[in-house]
T-cell receptor
Framework: NAGVMQNPRHLVRRRGQEARLRCSPMKGHSHVYWYRQLPEEGLKFMVY????????ESGMPKERFSAEFPKEGPSILRIQQVVRGDSAAYFC??????????????FGSGTRLTVV | DQQVKQNSPSLSVQEGRISILNCDYTNSMFDYFLWYKKYPAEGPTFLISISSIKDKNEDGRFTVFLNKSAKHLSLHIVPSQPGDSAVYFC???????????????FGQGTILTVHP
């Protein structure tokens, strides 16, 4: 019973390149949340998606960042023209319903993006 | 604006003793609180949660206490074990009203070290 799968685990990009981060939720989960953890900080909410819909993107930077969760396939977090400040760990969490239940959301192991 | 704060960056305890991790919040709309444990290079793992209608929830060695009037919660681990050494994050969500979509607001984390 696979958990939340994120790939790649590590991603190195040069400034100005594009980064694509993938998240496959747990089987049966149709709700996906993306969080970002900057060094020495806690996780910060970025975006909440359901299949084919962006529900809440209030935590997404206004430029260069986008997310999708197509009908088929994983959720994608896309960062265009990366800058050094984008270096962080990006975590995806999935849930079978909206909101964290008494069992909490299930997180993936994250993608560590390094911009050089 | 840090709505969830963990003011102790680190805590060191002896094996077998009690570990107490603290968390304060400012947003009175938060009605659900969770604790996550995180090892390096892994995603957060859900530990225990508490609804705002309760003041205590217990699960094995882990107990969470909530003081709504003080906007404070704590996680007690008794007895502490070396395997408990990790970063612990407090998180909160505002589920009532259906406008927060279950997104979590995290504290900065507390590094717990349990010495044998």
């Amino acid at each position: 019973n696979a958990g939340v799968m994120q790939n790649p685990r590590h991603l190195v990009r040069r400034r100005g390149q594009e980064a694509r981060l993938r998240c496959s939720p747990m089987k049966g989960h149709s709700h996906v949340y993306w969080y970002r953890q900057l060094p020495e900080e806690g996780l910060k909410f970025m975006v909440y998606l359901q299949k084919e819909n962006i529900i809440d993107e209030s935590g997404m930077p206004k430029e260069r960042f986008s997310a999708e969760f197509p009908k088929e396939g994983p959720s994608i977090l896309r960062i265009q023209q990366v800058v050094r400040g984008d270096s962080a760990a990006y975590f995806c969490a999935s849930s079978p319903r909206q909101g964290s239940t008494v069992y909490g959301d299930t997180f993936g192991s994250g993608t560590r993006l390094t911009v050089v | 604006d840090q709505q969830v704060k963990q003011n102790s960056p680190s805590l060191s305890v002896q094996e077998g003793r009690i570990s107490i991790l603290n968390c304060d919040y400012t947003n009175s709309m938060f009605d659900y609180f969770l604790w996550y444990k995180k090892y390096p290079a892994e995603g957060p793992t859900f530990l225990i949660s508490i609804s705002s209608i309760k003041d205590k929830n217990e699960d094995g060695r882990f107990t969470v206490f909530l003081n709504k009037s003080a906007k404070h919660l704590s996680l007690h681990i008794v007895p502490s074990q070396p395997g408990d050494s990790a970063v612990y994050f407090c998180a909160a969500s505002a589920n009532a009203g259906g406008t927060s979509y279950g997104k979590l607001t995290f504290g900065q984390g507390t590094i717990l070290t349990v010495h044998p």
